[in-house]
């Protein structure tokens, strides 16, 4: 699957910080490293492409204000265990501990951010999400038939 740049381009300009505060190389290598990232269908690279690093916590808040990108920090940790993004790899998403609430909490969540990103208007995340997570993605449309 190829991915539109210029829709790539506008979808994080939208949905992340640093577009609007990096400026030349830094945010040229930030670009870079999306994409390597999502060639290499890496999803945890991509992340801390995306947001930052863990440790920034100014750009973590206002990258959480934005919304889409905490949707999809919080459905690679839901599927994951957290061990990829969500809350203890890139800030945002539930904790350990909100998913030992039940056994089915990871897969609520999986659910909801699931319907929240295909739902959404931003064809671009749910192209990440088809070209990252495939099986995902199929069984949750095979769950909307």
Request: aromatic share 10%; no cysteine; charged share 30%.
């Amino acid at each position: 699957m190829g991915l539109d740049y210029a829709q790539a381009r506008e979808a994080v300009e939208k949905h992340a910080v640093f577009p609007h505060t990096l400026q030349g190389v830094a945010k040229a290598d930030r670009y870079r490293r999306i994409v390597v990232a999502i060639e290499n269908r890496d999803a945890q690279s991509m992340m801390d492409a995306l947001m930052g690093k863990i440790e920034n916590r100014k750009e973590r808040v206002e990258n959480f204000n934005k919304g889409q990108l905490v949707n999809l920090s919080d459905l690679f940790g839901s599927v994951t265990s957290n061990k990829v993004a969500g809350w203890n790899k890139s800030g945002a998403g539930h904790s350990d501990s909100y998913y030992r609430r039940g056994r089915f909490m990871r897969g609520l969540e999986t659910f909801a951010d699931l319907f929240d990103i295909h739902g959404g208007n931003d064809l671009f995340w749910r192209d990440i999400v088809e070209r990252l997570m495939p099986e995902t993605s199929r069984a949750f449309w095979e769950l909307l038939k």
